[in-house]
């Protein structure tokens, strides 16, 4: 980015969350006697970039979460749904270009080092059918919460490298979550699972793009995309409930750059999915399950102002920056 410009991006992400795992074992019993649980997920991301100069920007992020969460009450037979939506949790992160810019065009690294602040409720509430029928206010659960109620650091690293019309890029994020608890009740039997954890979560892609010299502004890319969230935090206890696990994926895309703005489509396809044993199941020598998606559809479009107009075909289309949303909630 040109110094003294902005750029806007609107994201989105949409997943269904259906099929159990536990451990990478999958529980095919659960579909075919139809008491799975089915999470379907609209996240839209805002963010707003300001670069001081080429190589200092500063990006502030904010979600909005629309999500259900459709189960099987086994005493009644009877398939019921919660939902929750509002505000995610705000983002502020300055990024580093490594090397100048003017004189590495074609490669060059940069890094990020910012906050999380807990704007997001962790604690929405909604209507359950109880096993006698009736109904009760709670807490939904865990994986549909705008929010996780934490302070937390995000760490993100980037690198591209371009070689004639191809561009290799590598990204990793790493959110931090020092919070043990938020103190939030989960309504799950189990003593050490009566409130919430605030977990760490973290992403990293890679891959390569290719730009069409016929079609200025087109490039396809192909890479991979791993994303979960860790059995025990960097910095700070583990307590509470959380679902540890990790979806390691394939992802094609497609974008598109006319003018000032930048168009691009990803649909992650899940090759490997792991529930991995919480600090809670090691203590209780169980193995918990949870629910992953099949793929994802990502969609974003960016638009950016304040520098000078690039040339048909010639805004760069190569990695995308760091996510600095929640990235997968098991």
């Known amino acids: ?33 139809g008491s799975e649980v089915i999470n379907k997920v609209h996240l839209f991301d805002v963010s707003v970039t300001y670069a001081f100069t080429e190589r200092i920007n500063l990006t502030g992020s904010l979600p909005y979460i629309i ?26 992160i300055p990024r580093l270009w490594i090397l100048d810019t003017k004189e590495h065009p074609t490669g060059n690294a940069s890094i990020g080092l910012g906050g999380k602040v807990p704007t997001g409720e962790p604690n929405v509430t909604d209507v359950f059918i109880t096993n006698t029928g009736g109904r009760e206010v709670r807490t939904v659960d865990q994986s549909i919460q705008p929010g996780d109620g934490g302070w937390g650091l995000v760490f993100d690293a980037q690198i591209f490298k371009q070689i004639w019309r191809f561009v290799g890029y590598a990204t ?33 892609r890679g891959g390569v793009s290719y730009g069409f010299e016929n079609i200025p502004g087109l490039a396809l890319s192909i890479g991979v995309r791993l994303e979960g969230v860790p059995v025990y935090d960097i910095w700070g206890d583990s307590d509470g409930f959380r679902r540890p696990g990790y979806a390691f994926s394939i992802e094609p895309g497609i974008a598109y750059a006319l003018g000032r703005h930048v168009f691009s489509v990803s649909a992650p396809v899940a090759l490997v999915r792991e529930r991995q044993k919480s600090k809670t199941d090691r203590q209780a020598d169980i ?25 048909e075909g010639e805004e760069q289309i190569g990695p995308e920056q760091p996510a600095t949303t929640a990235p997968l909630r098991p």
Not at 68 to 81: A, D, M, S, V, Y
Not at 291 to 305: C, E, G, T, V
Request: negative net charge.
């Open 1 to 33: 980015m040109k110094a003294n410009s902005w750029q806007f991006n609107l994201g989105y992400r949409w997943m269904q969350s259906d099929r159990h795992f536990v451990g990478t074992d999958e529980q095919e019993e659960r579909q075919e006697e």
């Open 172 to 204: 990793g994020t790493y959110l931090i979550n020092p919070d043990n608890t938020n103190n939030v009740q989960t309504f799950r039997a189990r003593p050490l699972e009566e409130v919430m954890s605030v977990p760490d979560q973290y992403q990293a």
């Open 67 to 92: 999500a259900t969460r459709e189960q099987l009450n086994r005493t009644l037979n009877r398939r019921t749904t919660t939902q929750a939506r509002g505000i995610g949790d705000f983002i502020l």
């Open 287 to 311: 193995h918990g399950d949870a629910a992953f998606a099949d793929y994802m559809i990502l969609a974003a479009w960016s638009f950016r102002w304040g520098g000078e107009v690039p040339a």
